[in-house]
Structures are given as C-alpha cells and as structure tokens.
C-alpha cells in the first residue's frame, strides 16, 4: 500500500496533464481519462480506507528527497492514517459522481474537455493535500487547489462578473496563504522539519511538540500558539471563515458541479482539515489556550453570520453558498472545541449532503432553463419529482432532521463538543442559534421553489434532468443517509476510528450526563427552526416581484443582511481604494520627484561635458588648430575612410576590439 | 572552454558586421544558428568539476586573470545562453533589427560570458561595461519614442555605479596589492583587510574598518544599480518600456542578473567583515524595493512597464535575502537564503523573458499597442497562447510546482530565520504581486472578445515552439529542482563555509 499511496493523487494529475494537450474537439476522449483516472484513484483510495480499519494504523510511505540546499535535505511524503483515508475516500466517491453528473450537466458546453482537464487537475490537488505528509507538499498541492478553483471559478471567462469572482477567490484565498507560508516557516525553522510522521522525529511527534510548546516569542506567546494562529489564517482564507469568507459567495459564478465539488464538498473544507491534521500542535496551549479559543470563536461567528446572511438571500446558489460558510464554521467550533472527529464527521457528512443539494440545484436550474432567483420558481415538486425526493433528503440532512440523517447526529456531536468546552458558553450558543437558523431558511428555500405555485412566467416549462445527473443525486442522498449509521452516541464507531480505537456498541449512551438533554435541545431547534418557516412562507404571493415577507416587516435589517452586512462595500473602502489611491501616489512620485532627479543627474552630466568643450575650445584647440591646419591637406586622402556612417566606424571599432581580444587570449598561457 | 565561450559569440557579432548586404532576415537567423550553438556549449562544462583558466597579463602575479566556472557561475551561463537564444528568435520573428541589432546582441552575451566567470577584477569590470555600450545602442537606436532618453538614463545611471564599483577596487588594489576576488576573500577570512586599508591610507588602524565600510558600500552601489535596489531603479522603468522588446528580455532576463552574481560574487565573500555593519541599511532598502515594485506595477496601465516594476520586485527578494545574509545567524538560514537567491535569479530570468515575450507578441499582433485596456477577451481568439502566458503568469506569482515557487520558498524560509520583521514584510509583496498580475490576466485574456472582426490569430509554431519551451523550462524547475540546481550546491557550500566559518 504505501508503494500505491502516491498514485492517488498521481493518477487525475496525469489524466489532467494529457488533457492539457488534447485539442478542444476531443472533449469526449478528455472525459474518458479524467473518469479513468479519478477512477484509479478511487479504487486506491477504497484500498487505503480498508487498510485503516484496524484500530491504530498509520501507514508512512517512504519519503523521498526533493532537492537539498547547503547541508539539508528537504523530503516530502505520503501518510495513510484514518483522517487521510477517511479525506480521500470521502473525495474521490464524491468527486467520481460529480464527474459522471457533470457529462450530463456539461454535455452542451463547447470546451467540455477543457473542463474534465481542470476538475482532474483539482482531484489531484485535493487527493495531495489530504494524503501529504509533509507540510509543504500540503502547501504546495493548497495552492495548487486554489489554481484549480481559480481556473473553475471562471471557467466561463467570456462572462466578466465570472472572470471578476475567480481573481476574487484567488487574492482573497491568498491572503490566508500568506499567512500559512509565514507559520509553515516558523514551525520549519523551530523543529527543523516538515515532514508530519518520521521515526520520531516528525513535526506531530514528541520531540517537536516539546520544543514547539518550550519557546516563546512576541507577546509571550509559545511558537506553537503563533504559527498556529498563523496556519488557522491560512486556514480561515480557504475555509470561507470570517472575515475571509467573502469570495466564497461569489465563487458560484463557477459551474455547478463546480460548486458542488471545489466549493462546497472539498476544497472549502481543506481548511478544517489542515487544522485536524495540525491538532496536537494547536492543543499544545491546552484546551482554552490562544490558538483553540480562537478557532472556537471565529467558528461561532461565521456559524452565525453566514446563517443570517443567508436567510435574506434569493439566488439558490448563494443561500446553499452561505450555507455552507456556516456550516464550515460549525466544524471549526468543533476543532476548538477539541471535537476532531466530530469536525469530521460532520465535514464528511456535509460534502454528501451539500454535493447532493448542489447537484439538485444544479438539475432545478438547468430545468428552468439557467434561472437562479428563488422568487421565480415554486412548485417544481410535480415538474420534476426525482430532484424533489434528492433535495428533500439533503435539505433535511443539512437542516438536521432528526434519527435518519447524517446531519443531525454529526450536528449532535458538534453540540456535545461545545457544551463541554471549558473555555465558556459562546461558541456553544452561537452554534445553536446557527443551527435553528439554518433549519429555517433550508425550510424557506424548500418551500419557495418546491412548493405553492410556478410564479414565473418564463419559467413555464420546467422538465426533468437525464438519469445520468440523477442517478449521482440518488447515490449521495443514499450516502448521506447510511453514513448516520456509524456516527451515532449509540455505536459510535467514526470518533473511535478517527481516534484510532476499536469501536464498541453504547447501548446506555442517553443515559449519560446531559445526553438527553442534548438530543432534546436539537429537536426543539429543528421543530422551531422549520415551524416559524413555514408559518411564514407556506403562503408565499403568486407574484414573483413581491417582497419576501420578513423583508417586507424588517427593511432596513433585511437588506443589511441581504447585502451580507456590508463587507464588500467595506473591503472596497477600506482596502481596494485605499490601495489604488496609494498606489497612484507611489507612481506619481516616480514620475514627479524621481524621474526629474534622474534628469538632473543627465544635466549635471551634460553641463560638465560643455564646460569642458568650452575650455578645450576657447583654451586649446586654438593652437592645436593652427598645427592642425598643415596637417589637413595630407588628411584628405585619408578621409575617404571616414565616411560618417555609424555603422561603419561601429563595424571597425569591433573589429579592433576583436582583433586585440584573440591577440590577447592568444597570447595568454593557459 | 571558457575562452571560446566568450569568443564565439564576437566572432559571430564579427562576421555579421562584414556581410554587407545581408538583410536583417539572413542576419537573425545566422545570429540565431550561433546563439543556438553557444547555448548548448555554455551547458556543456560540467560544474561539479570546476574549470579554471589563467591569463597573465604582466608578469607580476597580482595581474594573472582568472576565470572559473563552478556550478553558480554555470547557471548563470545557462540562464545567458537560453534567455540570448530567446531574445533572438524573438527579433526574427517579429522582423525587427538589422544585422549591427543582432552583432550588438551576440557582444552582450558575450561580455555577459565573461562577467561570469571572471574572477579577477579587471576582466570582470571590463565584461561588465562592455555590455553597456551594446545595450546603449540598442534601446537607442531601436527602441520606442522616447527611447533616446531613456537609453541616456540607462547608460549615466550604470555607469555613475561603475565608477564607484572602480574606486572601491583600485583602493583594495592600493591597499593589498590584489584584485583577485578569491584571494581577497582569503584575506577578508583573515580580516586582513581593514588593517591593510588603514595602513595603506596612513591612518590609525581603528579607521580601517570605516574605510572598509566605504569601500564595501561602493561596490554595493555599483552593484544595486543593475539589480537594481530602490533607490537606484529610477532609470528602469523607462529604460525597459523603451527598449524594443527583446532587448528588454534581455535587460531584465541578464543584466540585472549581473547585480545579483555580483552580490553573491563579490560583495559577500570580500567583505565578510563589515556585511553586519551596511545589513541594517540594505536591508530596509531590500524591503523597500520588494513593496515597491509591487505597489507601483499595481497603478501602471502599460503592460511593459508594469512588468519592468514586477520585476523590481522580484529581484527585490534577491535582494532581501542577500541583505538578511549580510546580518547572520544560523548556517541553515544562511544556506536556504542563498540557495533562494541563485535559484531566483534563474528564474526569475526565464519567466521575465518568457512574460516580456508574451507582451511582444501582443504588442505584434494589436500593432505597437499595449496597454492594460487595449485588449479582452483574447482568451476567445488566442487560446493557446493564453494557456502559456498564463503558466508564466502564475510562475511569476510563485505557484508551486512552477520555477518560482521554489526560489521563493528557500528565500523566505531564509529570511524568516535570519530577520523575521523583514520576511513578514515582504510577504505582502508576495500578495499584490498576485493582485496585479492576475488583473493583466482578467484584463487581457477574460471578458467578451473585443475586437470580433479582426481577431488577432493565435500563436504560429515558432512563438508555441519559443514559449512552449520557456514553459518547459519552468515545470522542470519547479517539479525537479535538483536537476538543474544540484550542481550549484558545492559552490553555495563553498560561499556558506565564508560567510559562516
């Protein structure tokens, strides 16, 4: 296995690398060899997942050398342990029916080829970022994912807000970046490392842990407190946390297979990983220490705002969008919260059910011929019953419908983790208030364009997608649905997993402390949460121009939230036009105050080039011209020579030039 | 070896200048034969191996002239030999020069050969300004229009460096009597040197490291003219924008890279002494040049000129890491912040020409035009053509996998080590460098195509065949970095082993 672990990633790389050079005609064999690859991939990965089972497993393949600088040898790896297996096996099941759901979603689209190229070069990426195991390879194959999301994101680049989000997506993203390279230096230049897992000596092992947590830096933080903060930046960039999740919104200019792999499902939750993954350097503060307190709150936060902000929006896109900044930030309140494997679980969880709502939006649009606004739709259920049933699965798994969905028991762990956080209440609170939210407006999109009547009139023929994009919708609404089995309090077989220990069966595990308690709580969220929305919108108007009932009762406070409390407004006044002034005014000065000294310079120059003319005129050339005088008659025949063409004298001056240098190199010894 | 190199190509410069009547067509491809030629021998010495070769020229030993290759000096004659070969093709292609253009080409190389691999200062110093006046010419005589002052700009800016460059050595020469790089570095070891200044100028010996400072912070200027260090790039801006577009390939592929060598060459291992004294200085000067560049290439609308400030900036973290160097620390730091500098430098130089390239060709095909609004949409029209520039693009930005990510990563590990303020710092340059670059992208490659009745025709074999192998060149650099760079080691070894004893 560890010989196979490199082809996971290896495998859609290449697919991705012959499709570079395939011509734009041969769309069809393009779609063939990233299906191919991704689906050696999967098979590997399938194998991997198998060998993690037994408790405990961490598989290191050999590392290999990358290139060395002065005394060091810089390696890079793979790692197979149940986090990675569990990454990758969640990637390439869900990415393989995207693939196939995308040959029907994309069949129309002329650079269909190109698209398989850029979805492969991603799988590849992404497989890399999660099986690496060293962190610069997960650095590396990072940016790499963000180039993919980038080249997806504006995929229709012929369409300017499309080409505007994807640059959007990549500087913002970068921010973070900046901010992951700073701490993956810091943590290199500490413990001399970067390779996670090496006989002992790796950054996630003792030895580094201990010099790590021994040192302290600016503002009596520990170096592992810093970087981590650093690398939680990193991770907010490419995560969608607050204040760096505005890209993310935008990033649904891209195709919605797009959306639903790089945007919702995988990428998006890279940043979760890289903060599983970098845990024991993140505790080593202990549980309340700088860097978990932070991520605990930054999650409660975005949890919260991204749930109101998408409560009064209208693009079904967007709302599942802010959904999932939301839900993204319910797995950094779990990592903060200590919660590891409830952060995966529900990670895990949401890229089945939020891939599915995706793919179920993506088959709604395409039935409506392109329309995205939520007021225009309504009663699709009859229209198209197939997407309606996958919908209705991954909106109650997102919402939390209780015992059958994945998302209520993953949701459940969240809770657990939070509530037992001895650093305070906050993150606990923020998270429920999120999650009631997040059951009423998944309810209000359900009933705005399932329910009640068609209100567009454009929008008369609504049909049904092909089985090739609903047969992938009935495979993740499965998955989301079966993947409950294995994380309940009752069998609880995820968490031990992830923790590397065998899985027992909790027969008592409502009876313990608070555990009822809890489950009742999320009852009551998700009853309030779908109650009060359908109190308000089972009767929405026929007339898809009226405003949305809340809206209507809050003005100002709805289209606060409608223009997600104003952060792109403030990021254009704060930062682009401050940044565009300054740099007009650096530019200004380069032209006004340094060019005119440059020029300066050249006069001095030039005055003491005529000063010294006029002294050879006025002082000695009279004389020399007088000797010279005899001398011009014989000159003439030699004038012919001078015939005042540069080029000439530049062709003897050469030449001279020439002459000397082979004299002089022939005459040297060797 | 090392004399042919720096011989063919001025017999080749020679023998176009006497085919009279040869058209500039005739004239290019026999400059491209020959440049062809030199590139594949300037990769032939084998630096693991290193070649010396002595010349006296009086009898007196200190005047004996070396020149060496070892494995930094190699890769900077590879770089020269790619990027000549490049730049030539390029004039061909787009029908520009004559037969004196491309003789005044293949004399830059040839003193660029010499620069080096000279190790003794004299042949050095007269390399390096023997590239001045070839460079001179061309932006002046074919450059844009306002090229007469630019290239005048050009040629008071360098040569105000040089002779600062040259009173520093005559004093070393004065003082102890050699002007053999290796061999003032032994004494530099010894810290030999100020004692020696001091009593060659009568002063009392506290003075000499003062002198030594001095004489240090002259060849320093000499030195930043070229890369060059904010705030000696007054005169680049114009100078690249002006210069007809393969010459600025040149310019920015080449000649700022002899400020760089020259840095590692000369100014480190000379001056070990005093680097802690001028680091403070060059340092907050290095961090400068890095914002900048970045800062001012985000307000230019002419795509030339923006790309002139990217590579203030990127030159800025060679820079910078020589600059953390000088300051000292730990071996390790010292030896990723040099590796990141040659590697940078390689690069830096293959993507430059290749992006600069890719302009020409805009420029070509919208007839002289290229501002940042003057196109969009050419994704449309010109897709292959997209999918190269834009891997150079992203080269550029330091995207892993790609030639500069590397350099990029070993520099600011460096210098993160060494000075973390000025890492943290110059990480910003990292960000707007991307801001910039990927508005030229969105500005020129995305949007609805602008001009539908006549789109500009996508790339001809010979431009794919030229940018594709520029390409190439970056995915090796970036996948397989030890193949190109493992030779330099014992030599960077070597410079570490000085600067760190």
Redesign the interface.
């Known amino acids: 296995m560890p010989a196979l672990l490199a082809w996971i990633p290896l495998a859609p790389l290449l697919a991705a690398g012959v499709i570079?050079f395939l011509p734009?005609g041969r769309g069809k064999l393009a779609s063939k060899l990233a299906v191919g690859g991704l689906f050696v991939s999967l098979i590997i990965a399938l194998g991997a997942l198998l060998c993690t089972l037994k408790p405990g497993t961490v598989i290191v393949a050999p590392s290999f050398?990358?290139?060395?600088?002065?005394?060091?040898l810089l390696k890079l790896g793979f790692l197979l342990d149940p986090l990675s297996a569990g990454m990758a096996g969640m990637v390439t099941f869900v990415a393989m029916w995207i693939f196939i759901y995308s040959l029907g979603y994309m069949k129309e689209d002329q650079r269909f080829g190109r698209f398989f190229g850029f979805l492969s070069l991603f799988c590849g990426a992404m497989l890399a970022v999660v099986l690496s195991n060293s962190l610069?390879l997960l650095?590396?194959?990072w940016?790499?994912v963000g180039?993919a999301s980038y080249l997806l994101i504006?995929f229709h680049?012929?369409?300017?807000s499309?080409?505007?989000a994807?640059?959007k997506a990549?500087?913002t993203t970068?921010?973070g970046d900046?901010a992951f390279?700073?701490g993956l230096?810091?943590l290199?230049?500490q413990t001399?490392t970067l390779l996670f897992f090496d006989e002992g000596r790796g950054l996630l092992e003792t030895g580094a842990l201990d010099s790590l947590a021994g040192t302290t830096t600016i503002g009596g933080l520990t170096v592992s407190a810093a970087a981590s903060l650093l690398l939680l930046v990193g991770a907010m960039g490419k995560s969608g946390q607050v204040p760096l999740h505005v890209w993310l919104p935008d990033a649904m200019e891209g195709p919605t297979p797009v959306s639903a792999l790089i945007h919702a499902a995988t990428m998006v939750a890279a940043g979760v990983f890289l903060v599983a993954r970098m845990m024991p350097v993140f505790e080593l503060g202990g549980a309340t220490g700088p860097a978990m307190t932070a991520t605990a709150w930054i999650g409660g936060i975005t949890a919260l705002y991204a749930a109101l902000v998408a409560v009064a929006q209208y693009d079904f896109k967007r709302i599942l969008a802010y959904s999932t900044v939301s839900q993204l930030g319910f797995m950094m309140v779990a990592l903060g919260t200590g919660g590891v494997a409830a952060a995966m679980f529900h990670l895990i969880a949401h890229a089945f059910f939020k891939a599915l709502l995706f793919l179920s939006a993506g088959s709604v649009i395409h039935g409506c011929h392109e329309e995205q606004d939520i007021r225009k739709m309504g009663g699709l259920r009859k229209a198209m019953p197939k997407t309606f049933l996958a919908y209705a699965i991954g909106m109650m798994a997102l919402a939390g419908f209780p015992f059958l969905f994945s998302g209520f028991w993953s949701k459940e762990a969240i809770f657990h983790s939070a509530q037992v956080w001895p650093g305070g209440m906050g993150p606990f609170v923020l998270t429920v208030c999120a999650a009631l939210l997040t059951a009423f407006y998944m309810t209000r999109q359900a009933l705005l364009v399932f329910f009640g009547e068609p209100r567009k009139p454009g929008v008369d023929h609504p049909h049904e997608s092909p089985p090739v994009m609903t047969v992938p919708l009935f495979v993740l609404a499965a998955s989301a649905v079966l993947l409950s089995l294995i994380g309940t309090p009752f069998w609880p077989w995820f968490e031990e997993w992830i923790h590397g220990q065998a899985a027992e069966f909790h027969g008592g595990a409502l009876g313990e402390h608070g555990a009822i308690g809890l489950l009742l709580l999320s009852l009551v969220i998700v009853s309030v949460g779908v109650g009060a929305s359908w109190m308000i919108y089972r009767k929405v108007s026929s007339d898809s121009a009226a405003p949305d009932p809340l809206g209507a009762k809050f003005g100002g406070l709805w289209g606060f939230l409608e223009r997600a409390m104003g952060f792109d407004a403030l990021y254009q006044k704060c930062v682009v036009e401050p940044?565009?002034f300054?740099?007009?005014g650096?530019?200004m000065v380069?032209r006004m105050v340094?060019?005119p000294?440059?020029?300066f310079?050249?006069s001095c120059?030039r005055a003491c080039g005529l000063i010294s003319k006029a002294t050879d005129e006025r002082a000695l050339n009279p004389g020399f011209d007088a000797t010279c005088g005899g001398l011009k008659g014989r000159a003439a025949s030699v004038s012919s020579s001078q015939t005042g063409r540069p080029?000439a004298y530049?062709?003897v001056i050469?030449?001279g030039?020439?002459v000397l240098?082979?004299l002089?190199?022939w005459l040297?010894?060797? | 070896m090392l004399s042919a190199l720096i011989l063919l190509p001025l017999v080749g410069a020679v023998l176009l200048g006497l085919q009279r009547g040869l058209d500039a067509r005739g004239a290019g491809r026999q400059a491209g034969i020959w440049a062809l030629v030199i590139a594949f021998l300037a990769a032939i010495p084998n630096p693991s191996k290193p070649a010396e070769w002595t010349l006296a020229w009086m009898d007196d030993g200190a005047f004996s002239f070396r020149f060496a290759i070892d494995g930094i000096s190699w890769l900077f004659l590879v770089l020269t030999g790619v990027v000549t070969l490049l730049a030539i093709l390029a004039s061909l292609l787009w029908e520009k020069g004559s037969r004196a253009y491309f003789a005044l080409i293949l004399v830059i190389e040839s003193a660029l050969f010499g620069v080096f691999t000279a190790r003794h200062f004299i042949p050095w110093f007269l390399f390096w300004e023997m590239t001045l006046i070839p460079a001179f010419l061309l932006i002046h005589l074919w450059g844009g229009t306002g090229a007469r002052k630019a290239a005048l700009r050009f040629f008071i800016a360098t040569l105000g460096g040089s002779a600062f460059l040259l009173v520093g050595f005559l004093a070393l020469q004065f003082a102890v009597g050699t002007m053999d790089f290796d061999a003032l570095a032994k004494l530099a070891t010894r810290s030999e040197l100020a004692p020696k200044l001091a009593t060659a100028f009568g002063l009392p010996a506290v003075a000499g490291h003062n002198l030594l400072v001095m004489v240090a912070l002259a060849v320093l200027l000499g030195l930043a003219v070229k890369i060059p260090i904010v705030p000696l790039h007054i005169w680049l801006p114009a100078a690249y924008t002006e210069a007809p577009t393969p010459v600025t390939m040149i310019l920015t592929g080449l000649l700022s890279k002899m400020g760089v060598y020259g840095l590692l060459r000369i100014f480190l291992p000379v001056f070990p002494e005093v680097l802690p004294s001028l680091a403070p200085l060059l340092l907050g000067l290095s961090v400068a040049t890095v914002l900048l560049g970045a800062v001012a290439a985000l307000a230019q609308t002419d795509l030339k000129r923006m790309m002139a400030y990217s590579s203030v900036n990127h030159l800025g973290y060679c820079a910078l890491a020589i600059a953390a160097v000088a300051a000292g620390g730990g071996r390790e730091e010292i030896s990723s912040a040099i590796t990141g500098v040659v590697y940078q430098a390689f690069n830096h130089g293959i993507i430059a020409a290749a992006l600069f390239f890719g302009i020409g060709i805009l420029e070509q095909r919208s007839g002289g035009r290229r501002g940042l609004s003057d196109f969009g949409g050419l994704r449309s029209a010109m897709p292959v053509f997209c999918g190269l520039f834009g891997i150079a693009t992203f080269a550029s930005l330091g995207l892993p996998g790609l030639g500069g990510f590397v350099g990029e990563f070993l520099i600011f590990n460096g210098v993160f080590g060494l000075k973390p303020l000025a890492a943290s710092l110059s990480a910003i340059g990292l960000l707007l460098t991307a801001v910039f670059l990927l508005r030229m992208i969105r500005k020129v490659f995305a949007g609805p195509l602008r001009n539908t009745t006549h789109p500009p025709a996508d790339l001809c074999p010979s431009e794919r065949g030229l940018l594709g192998a520029a390409v190439a060149i970056m995915f090796l650099t970036g996948l397989l970095p030890a193949v190109l760079f493992s030779t330099a080691n014992p030599a960077i070894l070597e410079l570490v082993k000085i600067l760190h004893p």
């Open positions: 570079a734009d050398e990358w290139f060395s600088y002065g005394d060091v610069l650095f590396m194959a940016e790499l180039l504006g680049y012929q369409r300017p499309a080409a505007a994807a640059q990549f500087i970068r921010v900046m390279l700073l230096i810091w290199y230049r001399g940044l565009a300054f740099a007009g650096v530019d380069e340094f060019a000294l440059m020029t310079a050249m120059a080029q530049l062709r050469g030449l030039v020439f240098l082979v002089y190199f040297g010894k060797s």
